[in-house]
């Protein structure tokens, strides 16, 4: 083999291996998930987490899937909460943005709170974690402790509380512009 084409098998050696390899089988709550889905898994709702490895008493309990290992995740919640209205699921931030008289003459503006849904369904507990506009806060803030409840997260049949994120810009369908910026040379 020459020089050059050692180097290069050389350099390649590492990435052709990790294709080799794979990625772990994931469980969470017991039901298998795929990557992408365990990306949407906000890292706080994780109660437990074991690796194990790829060994012979892993693949004899998981299949030939789990050559790669296993990844097992406790969830604090069995379902998530659901928002639902009128029989429908819908998304919160659609709703409450629906709620609020903002016109399209009105600045663009944008509120990001966190909140939790109790175990029973009622959202409580507001933290505003950006507002560049108090009139729409507030606005948002008096849809948000008037609207419906929610089906509680719930874990062994019970209800659990969840802390979620609303983010709503508003009028719909514009952005924010962009922030200014001075810089100094």
């Known amino acids: 083999m020459r020089p050059l084409h050692l180097l290069i098998a050389l350099l390649l050696l590492p990435f052709v ?3 080799q390899r794979g990625n772990p089988l994931i469980f969470v709550n017991g039901e298998p998930m795929t990557n992408a889905e365990l990306a949407a898994v906000e890292p706080e709702d994780i109660l437990s987490v074991e690796t194990l490895p790829a060994d012979e008493q892993t693949i004899e309990k998981y299949g030939q899937e789990a050559s790669n290992g296993v990844i097992l995740l406790e969830l604090r919640y069995d379902e998530e909460a659901r928002f639902v209205v009128d029989g429908v699921e819908q998304s919160f931030s659609d709703y409450i943005a629906s709620q609020v008289k903002w016109g ?3 600045p663009v503006a944008q509120v990001i709170i966190s909140y939790t849904v109790d175990a029973e369904g009622k959202v409580c507990d507001f933290d505003t974690l950006n507002s560049t506009d108090r009139r729409l806060l507030r606005r948002i803030l008096k849809a948000m402790e008037s609207s419906p409840q929610w089906i509680p997260a719930t874990k062994d049949g ?4 969840r802390r979620k994120v609303l983010k709503v ?3 719909r369908g514009k952005e924010l512009p962009p922030e200014r910026v001075i810089l100094m040379r």
């Open 17 to 19: 291996a990790s294709a």
């Open 104 to 106: 399209e003459a009105e």
């Open 158 to 161: 019970k209800g659990v509380a």
């Open 169 to 171: 810009t508003l009028p």
